[in-house]
């Protein structure tokens, strides 16, 4: 049957300049590969510039996110962004893609809004799978240790990369992510990679043919699945940020 990868590009940057990665990613026979581009958003530690960017981001550590403690991790505009993803699934639906073949993938701030979104839609029905790339879960998710609310198995598998020397979205976040995942009985796996930065390691396709392998034969398996792993050195990036 068809597959899709709906691809969410990191922020200040556009679709255009994931397009070819993407395909490599999801180089498989009858794959569709859908890369939409951010709106512009005014950004208020930017003084209101406008950048392309799924949400307002927030983070720790940083100065204009100490200035406002109370909106660190609101995460604004991510609402919007959320039904424009789960527009893009509906059209794929509507290709003929079944949904259990469409994953959502993203790079960085992408990657948040991929898993902060897949989860989500997941309660309706599972998705194929969500992959996030030196990303991060967001706080505002029912999933995150940070949450009031908690959220449960979604059926939907998820794919973490990060590298271990990534200066812009620490390991540490990746690993959190993992934890707060699992505890939540997701069934998650981490991968890390020795001496890569906010990029790609061109071992990501490879690793991620192999888990959508393994994904697509263990429906609603769980518990088995929920690793981590870790690749030495060396590698190279195929795209950095």
Not at 131 to 141: A, D, I, K
Not at 156 to 170: A, K, N, Y
Not at 184 to 210: C, I, K, M
Request: proline share 7%; glycine share 12%.
């Amino acid at each position: 049957p068809p597959s899709s990868l709906v691809f969410l590009h990191g922020f200040g940057d556009t679709g255009r300049g994931w397009e070819e990665l993407a395909r490599v990613l999801w180089n498989r026979p009858r794959g569709r590969v859908v890369v939409p581009t951010a709106p512009l958003r005014p950004i208020s530690w930017l003084h209101g510039d406008r950048v392309r960017s799924w949400f307002e981001p927030r983070g720790v550590g940083r100065q204009w996110a100490e200035e406002s403690t109370a909106e660190r991790w609101t995460c604004s505009g991510a609402d919007e962004s959320f039904q424009l993803v789960e527009g893009l699934v509906r059209e794929e639906e509507e290709e003929g893609v079944p949904r259990d073949r469409i994953f959502l993938c993203g790079f960085s701030q992408g990657g948040a809004l991929a898993l902060l979104a897949g989860l989500e839609m997941s309660h309706d029905a599972p998705l194929g799978g969500i992959v996030m790339l030196s990303g991060y879960l967001p706080r505002v998710s029912m999933h995150s240790r940070h949450s009031s609310k908690r959220g449960g198995d979604v059926g939907t598998p998820v794919l973490l990369m990060h590298g271990l020397d990534d200066p812009i979205t620490p390991p540490d976040w990746a690993r959190e992510a993992h934890t707060d995942l699992t505890n939540s009985g997701v069934r998650a796996e981490l991968h890390l990679f020795e001496g890569l930065r906010h990029e790609v390691s061109d071992q990501g396709p490879q690793v991620l043919r192999e888990w959508v392998d393994r994904s697509s034969h263990a429906p609603g398996a769980t518990g088995e699945s929920e690793q981590v792993v870790s690749h030495p050195f060396p590698h190279n990036r195929i795209v950095s940020q």
